[in-house]
């Protein structure tokens, strides 16, 4: 088993001179990453210190020089720590806090904005990195083991703090060769970086590719229809990673996603969000000869750990698809309300993970490690936290979180029942559903996402009526063609539901809201207090 300061060590082999990162028009080698990676190795450890397991902050600005910096991190035996860029400075000062780091490598620019923040930790720049001309031949880098921590990504944490996820060496690499039994990435592939760096998709959709030899196109942060499907066709590329909404966004202009009917596209995956099946249709009904690859994984397990893959579409399926089954040499079970596992197909129980990808724990929370991290017998399974179904072919269904039941006049309702009737409906591509009280009232309050003039208020009243009961139906319904995203590329759906929250307060008779069509919008309407 090798690491990940070995990382291209297949492609140095078979391919050194191919191109591994195309960016704006500059193509850049697997000989060229390693190079500079080593000179950058001998320079954190020969003027900086670093020592084996020092962590070395990356405020992960999307740029090819991260890779290099990753990979002279591991090279060095210390640990990556991406970072948002945006982070605001009270978290970004918890998490210098909690990690404390030897060195923070960050843009010239953002250093300068950040040095409260920053305080005494040394940094060195990005552009110190892109013009350092050193080969680092001769660098003396130590042994770096499989077992030894090789990153922490952040994960929101329920107590209102950032959780680093730690992993290992051993379980990134598990993972690269988990997922490529279905991706299968070779010399000759490309695929492209949409995940933003402090994100664990930038090891599904950058560092695995290059560990594999194929080459990864960078892009900006702009996901529109055109400018995606241009970049698919001119960079060839061959495996496209993006959560459900970006696929959405992509396959809006239906006369430019046609183009893609001559694409060398042959793989896409989809996950992190519930993924309405027609939009999976869309993209098989177009793209000749396409697999679709619907998966799911927390970072906890290393991005992803199981997967469900459709050849071929399925136009009366109104249900989400399946996340399938887990990768080779990971394990799932289900759990019920006093922990025991449910051996019974057919019922719902919260997942448990167990297996070769698994984190190491949170770093510096012991007491948050051991209460998601269970032993049984052998195994220790992760709690995910997510309600899940396995039927008698082994094969796993979401059905919701653990916290999406509510209790409304003494009936249960299980709030993941209502999006999904709402998204049964051909032109929503998202919806999310939450409750809100009203003169000691509670409501229930969906939004969804669809293209205005496309759908109507009347249709998705009927898909609720068509699909639940009565007292399970939204009150108040919004709508919304431009939804709020996260940092990692998602539908944010805290704030669109509180968008929808504020929208119902000040007028509380109107049961249809048209919300705010934009980021910004939406973020300035919550922000103003209610009437």
Known sequence: ????????????????????????????????????????????????????????????????????????????????????????????????????????????????????????????????????????????????????????????????????????????????????????????????????????????????????????????????????????????????????????????????????????????????EVCPPGLINRWLETVPGLRVLYGYGPTECNSLCFTFEIREPDTHRDAPYPIGSPFRGMRAALFDDAGNIIPQPQRIGVLGIAGPQLMMGYWNDPEMTRRVMRPIGGDTYYITGDYCMCDSQGTFSFIGRTDSEVKIRGRRINLNEVRNAMMSHPGVSYAAVGTVEIRGEVRIAAFVVAEEGLVSYQDLHHAADSRLLDYMRPYYIGMMSMPPRTATGKINEKLALEALRESILRNSAARELRLATSTAEAAKTVAEPAA
């Open 1 to 272: 088993m090798n690491t990940l300061a070995e990382l291209l060590a297949l492609p140095l082999r078979t391919c050194p001179d191919a191109v591994a990162i195309r960016t704006h028009g500059q193509q850049i080698s697997f000989e060229t990453i390693e190079r500079k990676a080593r000179a950058l190795s001998e320079i954190l450890i020969s003027e900086y210190g670093m020592e084996s397991a020092d962590r070395i902050i990356v405020l992960a600005d999307k740029r090819p020089s991260i890779v290099v910096s990753a990979y002279a991190i591991w090279k060095a035996g210390c640990i990556y720590v991406p970072v948002d860029i945006k982070s605001p400075q009270l978290r970004l000062q918890h998490i210098i806090s909690s990690i404390r780091p030897r060195l923070i490598i960050a843009g010239r620019r953002l250093l300068t904005d950040l040095a409260r923040a920053i305080d005494s930790v040394p940094a060195l720049t990005f552009e110190d990195i892109e013009a350092n001309s050193a080969c680092g031949a001769n660098a003396v880098l130590p042994v770096v083991t499989d077992d030894e921590p090789a990153m922490i990504i952040h994960t929101s944490g329920s107590t209102g703090t950032p959780k680093g996820v730690v992993l290992t060496h051993k379980s990134v690499i598990t993972y690269f060769n988990n997922h490529n039994e279905y991706l299968k990435f070779e010399t000759g592939s490309v695929g492209m970086n949409n995940g933003p760096f402090h994100f664990d998709v930038s090891i599904q959709d950058t560092f695995l590719p290059l560990y594999f030899g194929s080459a990864v196109v960078f892009h900006g942060d702009i996901f529109l229809s055109s400018i995606m499907i241009d970049l698919i066709l001119k960079n060839r590329v061959t495996h496209l990673i993006a959560v459900s909404s970006v696929l959405d966004l992509i396959s809006r202009d239906s006369i430019k996603f046609n183009a893609l009917q001559q694409s060398n596209l042959r793989v896409v995956v989809t996950g992190g």
